[in-house]
């Protein structure tokens, strides 16, 4: 069987064996939002300020929330295999409309973040395990301890008030000017000129772990038997560097970055409400308070999927980074 073959097989694997993953993260999910009190009904009723008891059953039955819990998991379940995630009360269209309306500004955040925060922490990482106990790497290790403990709503108000307030270089808030209805080639810069401070904001925490992660891991690998032997074999120090020991130090920073696409979607909430980013985040912040369940479900499913595809991902490259781990 040729590589390429045993790869396909693999990636179709993990696929099989994702399936019972999300099926089970949905049940949770649905049994955890059904768990806390009140529906949305009550957030309905409590908005008109007074509701008769009719009316509100009326409500309950029009969303399907009189039936018991199990059938509304079998009627939800059902829908769900058949993308349809249901109907958003708060806004009024379907939750599949709307969360994939938002997915593009999330992916956008998301993927800007990991690239900057990875590839910074990546090479902040390296040059500070090739500088051991020398300024650059006691530098980069004050830069990285001063940027974790930094809260990032913190972080992304001080970038306004100074890039955007005070010189003026980019914009405090939103995702694109839709009042000066740019097209093609100008309507990306005018996104990517908004991405800019959010992506800024929301990688420092992240390039942080990255830097520590990757320095340490360097530090851990030239302690290596391998190493030892490529020096016995006359192989140049920036050869055994970059070729051997960065090769295997990027191991777990790749793990890590396949770990945290999870928690950069939860992470992201708090950086989307200081710069109004429309993404997911702020859209779960706010289906949380209206109680907007079918929304919320609609999210977390969403993330899940997200997850084992990037998880699948890293997988993939693990496996290109060792070729002693088999995909077979």
């Known amino acids: 069987m040729s590589h390429t073959a045993k790869r396909l097989r693999y990636v179709l694997k993990r696929l ?5 993953i999300v099926l089970a993260i949905v049940i949770v999910n649905f049994f955890l939002l059904h ?24 409500l309950r039955k029009k969303f399907g929330l009189d039936q018991p819990l ?8 059902k829908n769900v295999l058949s993308f349809d995630l249901g109907y958003s009360f708060r806004h009024d269209m379907p939750v599949l409309d709307l969360v994939l309306d938002r997915f593009v500004p999330t992916l956008l955040l ?11 922490g990546i090479v902040l990482g390296l040059l500070a395990a090739t500088g051991l106990n020398t300024w650059r790497d006691t530098l980069i ?7 974790y403990a930094t809260p990032l709503f913190w972080v992304g108000l001080m970038f306004i008030v100074v890039f955007s307030l005070n010189l003026g270089w980019f914009p405090t808030s939103g995702m694109e000017n839709f009042a000066a209805f740019y097209e093609g080639w100008d309507r990306v810069w005018d996104i990517a000129h908004h991405l800019v401070l959010p992506t800024v904001t929301l990688s420092l925490f992240y390039l942080a772990l990255y830097t520590r992660l990757m320095r340490a891991s360097m530090l851990e690998q030239a302690g290596m038997d391998y190493v030892t032997t490529a020096r016995a074999k006359g192989l140049t120090e920036r050869r055994i560097m970059f070729v051997h020991v960065l090769r295997n130090a990027l191991l777990p920073v790749v ?15 708090i950086v989307e409400s200081v710069f109004a980013w429309p993404g997911l985040g702020m859209l779960a912040f706010e289906a949380l308070f ?21 998880n699948l ?7 290109s980074l060792d070729p002693r781990i088999e995909v077979g």
């Open 16 to 20: 099989l064996q994702a399936l019972p």
């Open 35 to 58: 768990m806390a009190e009140g529906d949305a009904v009550d957030v309905l009723a409590g908005e008109a300020g007074s509701a008769t008891p009719e009316y509100m059953a009326e």
């Open 70 to 77: 199990p059938v509304q998991l079998v009627v939800y379940l």
């Open 110 to 120: 998301m993927t800007s973040t990991i690239v900057l925060a990875v590839g910074v």
């Open 141 to 147: 290790s004050v830069f990285a301890l001063v940027t």
């Open 255 to 269: 793990t890590m970055a396949g770990v945290q696409v999870g928690a950069l979607i939860g992470g992201s909430v």
């Open 290 to 310: 209206a109680r907007d369940l079918n929304l919320l479900l609609g999210i977390f499913l969403l993330s899940a999927l997200l997850v084992v595809a990037v």
């Open 313 to 319: 991902l890293v997988d993939i490259i693990y496996s």
